[in-house]
């Protein structure tokens, strides 16, 4: 974490200044990214879950002091702004449009961050295959491919290719 700069030599989460120029819901779907990519990587090697909850509290305070950064508030004050009635921090974007009749309306769309519950629920989905089964397939060389919006990837999933 440290190395790809999320947080300092102690682990004390920090913000990333070069995200500062993009767009809120684009900085909150990056961290999004990487969450999910830490949690779906090593839940299948490690026996607790819990055991990466410092991590996912570091890449989530990292992305809080990045918006606060970007914005020149302070942390209070983001959270106050971003955080929903439910708890969890979220970021809305909307988008001005046209309808068909030439009305203008507005789009809203929102970025919610992910907490670790969150990216360990999306990540276990279809997750109903031990791991000595997977190895067992790949040493027999079947390779398991998940199919979903015409993107391939090698995953657990529904088909099996030879």
């Known amino acids: 974490?440290?190395?790809?700069?999320?947080?300092?030599?102690?682990?004390?989460?920090?913000?990333l200044g070069w995200l500062t120029t993009y767009e809120p819901h684009i900085i909150v779907e990056r961290f999004n990214s990487v969450i999910t990519g830490l949690c779906e990587y090593y839940t299948d090697f490690i026996s607790y879950p819990s055991a990466l909850n410092?991590?996912?509290?570091?890449?989530r305070w990292s992305a809080i002091k990045t918006l606060a950064h970007k914005f020149h508030k302070k942390i209070r004050k983001i959270l106050r702004q971003f955080t929903s009635p439910e708890g969890k921090f979220c970021v809305?974007?909307?988008?001005?449009?046209?309808?068909?009749?030439?009305?203008?309306?507005?789009?809203?769309?929102?970025?919610t961050l992910l907490s670790q519950k969150d990216a360990i629920g999306k990540s276990r989905k279809g997750a109903h295959i031990p791991i000595s089964q997977k190895l067992k397939a790949i040493s027999k060389g079947e390779f398991v491919f998940t199919v979903s919006k015409?993107?391939?990837?090698?995953?657990?999933?529904?088909?099996?290719?030879?």
């Not at 410092?54 to 890449?59: A, D």
């Open 150 to 162: 015409g993107i391939s990837s090698p995953h657990h999933g529904s088909r099996i290719f030879r």
């Open 92 to 111: 809305p974007y909307f988008i001005q449009a046209k309808q068909k009749d030439g009305r203008p309306m507005t789009l809203r769309k929102v970025w």
């Open 1 to 15: 974490m440290f190395m790809k700069g999320f947080c300092d030599r102690k682990g004390n989460p920090q913000s």
């Open 54 to 59: 410092r991590w996912v509290y570091i890449l």
